[in-house]
């Protein structure tokens, strides 16, 4: 994998709402990541803007977009930024690829990014890029044992020779989200394939429809195509969003997302014509 370049710390910090010192330790980490998933929302929308922007996954271009252009990212920008800020404080982490089992059950390609890192003497697996039911703290690398935090329960079960899967507790019952060989790292190519895959393949679900999360402690957004979930303390509301003036509106109320005037998003199926 090719060197981690220089990142911009103040400004990174000034992004998500968080004042120094740092330190090398599981407390900045855990700070950060908690920081990251609650200021940069998960978002594929340039993947659905008409016509389609391509999504650039260096660091100058994840950098530009996140930080200095202040939009959101799915998991090649947003783990690929806290990447490049935890290399900078000298907290030793790669990147490593994983199949995703949500909703189906049945693990699929490559085509997701987490990070393995390494923080008060143990490892961890940090993840700011998964969307609705990601991490909103890393998860120490502890094979079953369940981890309470901010109200949700986790585990990371083996579930091949090789293989950790990483499950959350929803509604009493344990749910995959996907699974990993933790001693396979990701190689810049296996990235490059995967984010060209999930940008541009027709079977990708960020070609299918549009996908915005955000999440903090206590609280949970989301808005599928033409619906908004909002889970708070455990209470979940639901409502259709009918058009698209609409739309932008809770872009920014909901998930601190502001898009470029000129960028217009292509139709979701049920939206009116």
Known sequence: MTEMPSVDLDAYLERIGVAGPLRADADTLDALHVAQVGAIPFEALD???????P????????????????RGGYCFEQNGLL???LTALGLPCRPVMARVSWKTGVPGGRTHMLLLVEAGGRPWLADAGF?????????????GVETVRH?????????????L???????????????????????????????????????????????????TPGCRRSLHDGELK???????????????EEYRRILVEEFQLVL???????PWPAEPA
Do not use: C
């Open 151 to 163: 109200g949700e329960s986790w585990r990371l079960l083996p579930v091949t020779a090789r293989d």
């Open 165 to 215: 899967e990483l499950q959350v507790r929803l509604g009493g019952v344990w749910a995959p989200l996907y699974r990993f060989d933790p001693d396979e790292p990701a190689l810049d190519a296996d990235i490059a394939i995967a984010n060209h895959y999930m940008s541009s393949h027709p079977d990708s679900r960020f070609m299918q429809s549009r996908v915005v999360a955000r999440a």
């Open 55 to 70: 999504v650039r996954i260096d660091p100058a271009g994840i950098a530009a977009k996140l930080v200095a252009g202040r």
């Open 230 to 244: 909002i889970t708070r303390d455990g209470v979940t509301s639901v409502r259709a969003v009918t058009d698209g």
């Open 260 to 266: 470029p005037e000129e960028m217009r998003l292509k």
């Open 131 to 143: 969307g609705r039911h990601g991490l909103i703290s890393p998860l120490p690398l502890e094979p």
């Open 47 to 53: 993947v659905a803007a008409d016509p389609p922007r």
């Open 83 to 85: 990447r490049a800020v």
